[in-house]
């Protein structure tokens, strides 16, 4: 009997080393995985598996990534292999992969030719710290073209840019966009950085639009070429010339897209001025429906900027809270270019009058100021830092309703130049059902020497772009990564019986809770757990003691 059982252990064992075996063997070329997470996270997107149906070609990538790295970067290099095999697994053998280790100097010159550069990374031995060179990036070949993502530090967004490095080196419809400045772009050359400081306004706005589309400058002293379905407008600070509105006109007429960034107030924060605009570009806008107030927004809500203090024979920069620099975490979470966007940032901002919209023509809200505003109304605007040194001295005056400060405006749109004699061509378009415009009331929004530098900001025109340009696939994927939701105090107190001052203070009250609570609960935690373990070994030896006693 003892045999027999001996036996038939000996078989299930057998048996369960041979289905490991075989489960091994399957899983080298079957891949899958069981997502649980939100958004499903490591679950390949539809936008990234559009891309690997349109390759027409194999998209072979070259990963190089040392050995021996620190447990983050060697996490990175594990979900970096998985990743690829997704891509591989979903391409239809339209992608392939391979992990190169540069270990001689063959490889590590092949790795930086094709622009992975080494990187230090610190790696901890022998109970020291070493400070060693590694590899962690991705090359992309497709036909006789390459690609290059040069460092993956992180797993976060590293599935846009794989998806973006195939988009480019396949050309796989990449559109064109429209961009118009009153600033010509500065092509800076590398070698004069050192003396000079950067000249282009835009710099960072049309690099990150470059990532994904042909951008094409414009004045739009003649037509926008037929093939551009997106225009971006970054203000006027003057009135156009009338073939320009003209342009921008039968542009919409066409059926396209504009992007408006437009000031309705001049505000210069480095001598504390400000003036109104007088331009024609609000009475076009106002044909449209687009109505910018003649005021500035300020909230509670904002950023900060340094004023220089005399303190003895020393001068100091001190931080100020500037209510002009608006910071708004209150979006349209129902619309996609803002939808998961947070701390989105304006500098001098006017208000969007939704009064009037022309029938036809559905009016959005997309980004609001919070619910402590207030405005500063023209003609004259006194935006002096000094007034707002002591926080306590304004905050009465910001009680108001959020304002609209960026909307989306899209239907039946009629030609601002319908009347006659103000024709400019023969094919003069007098209509248009499906146009849509989205309007910011700050130049400077996406303006690298004002917000234009806030990842938010960037974010936002990124968004807009694929919205406008029907891509709606690159703002899900790069949603997927860009997730920032800040907590909102408004929600955790209850003001409306206060003053300015005393929802002031209980709002830095709950701030304080809210922050020890952060640094005591953790510890409260483990030790909780600690005794709740203790008691259960405890319960645990006097069970196994009762047992022998018996």
């Given amino acids: 009997m003892k045999k027999t059982n001996k036996q038939a252990s000996v078989s299930n064992l057998l048996i369960f080393i041979a289905v490991v075996i075989v489960l091994n063997l399957i899983s080298l070329n079957v891949f899958f995985r069981l997502d649980f997470s939100k958004g499903r996270l490591y679950t390949l997107s539809p936008a990234s598996k559009a891309a690997l149906r349109q390759l027409e070609d194999r998209v072979v990538v070259r990963a190089y990534f040392s050995q021996d790295l620190p447990p983050d970067l060697a996490n990175t290099r594990r979900y970096t292999r998985d990743l690829l095999e997704e891509y591989r697994v979903n391409s239809g053998g339209r992608f392939r992969y391979e992990f190169i280790n540069p270990n001689d100097d063959r490889l590590r010159m092949e790795a930086q030719q094709s622009g992975v550069p080494p990187v230090n990374v610190n790696v901890r031995e022998r109970d020291r710290v070493e400070v060693r060179q590694a590899y962690l990036g991705l090359v992309f070949h497709y036909g006789d073209r390459t690609e290059a993502i040069p460092l993956v530090q992180e797993t976060r967004g590293l599935e846009y840019e794989i998806t973006k490095a195939i988009t480019r080196i396949a050309s796989l419809g990449i559109p064109r966009v429209a961009f118009f400045s009153l600033e010509p772009e500065v092509q800076a050359d590398p070698r004069m950085m050192f003396f000079f400081q950067q000249q ?4 960072h706005a049309r690099e990150s639009i470059r990532q994904n589309y042909d951008l094409v400058n414009t004045n739009l002293s003649e037509p926008i070429p037929m093939d551009i379905t997106t225009l971006i407008f970054t203000g006027a600070v003057d009135s156009l010339d009338m073939y320009q509105l003209y342009n921008i006109d039968q542009f919409l007429m066409r059926g396209n897209n504009i992007l408006f960034f437009q000031d309705k107030v001049n505000a210069n924060l480095q001598n504390q001025s400000a003036q109104m605009i007088q331009s024609n570009i609000f009475d076009l806008l106002s044909h449209y429906g687009a109505n910018i107030r003649e005021n500035l927004v300020m909230d509670m809500e904002s950023g900060q900027v340094n004023v220089q203090e005399r303190r003895g024979i020393f001068s100091v920069n001190t931080p100020v809270q500037y209510p002009f620099v608006v910071i708004s975490n209150t979006v349209n979470r129902h619309h996609a270019v803002v939808s998961q966007l947070a701390n989105i940032q304006f ?8 009064g009037y919209v022309p029938e036809g023509v559905r009016f959005t809200p997309l980004i609001h100021s919070s619910n402590n505003s207030g405005t500063v109304s023209g003609p004259f605007f006194n935006i002096n830092i000094q007034q707002f040194m002591d926080r306590n001295s304004y905050i009465n005056r910001l009680t108001e309703q959020g304002k609209v400060l960026a909307a989306q405006y899209e239907g039946s749109f009629s030609s601002y130049f319908l009347e006659e004699g103000m024709r400019f061509t023969n094919d003069f378009i007098e209509y248009t059902d499906n146009g849509r415009i989205i309007v910011v009331a700050d130049m400077d929004f996406i303006s690298s020497q004002g917000a234009g530098q806030n990842p938010s900001n960037i974010s936002f025109l990124a968004n807009a772009l694929d919205y406008l340009s029907d891509n709606p696939g690159l ?7 860009f997730i920032n939701k800040p907590l909102v105090i408004d ?8 003053t300015p001052e005393g929802a002031e203070r209980r709002r830095t009250n709950m701030r304080e809770f809210i922050k020890y609570l952060n640094i005591i609960l953790p510890a409260l935690l483990i030790v909780l757990y600690g005794l709740i373990r203790y008691k259960a070994e405890l319960n645990r030896r006097k069970r196994i003691q009762d047992e022998y006693e018996r």
């Fill in 491 to 498: 929600k955790l107190v209850n003001t409306e019986d206060l």
């Fill in 475 to 481: 703002i899900a994927l790069r949603s997927r990564e």
């Fill in 200 to 203: 282009d306004r835009f710099q």
């Fill in 347 to 354: 500098l001098f901002v006017s208000e969007i009058d939704s």
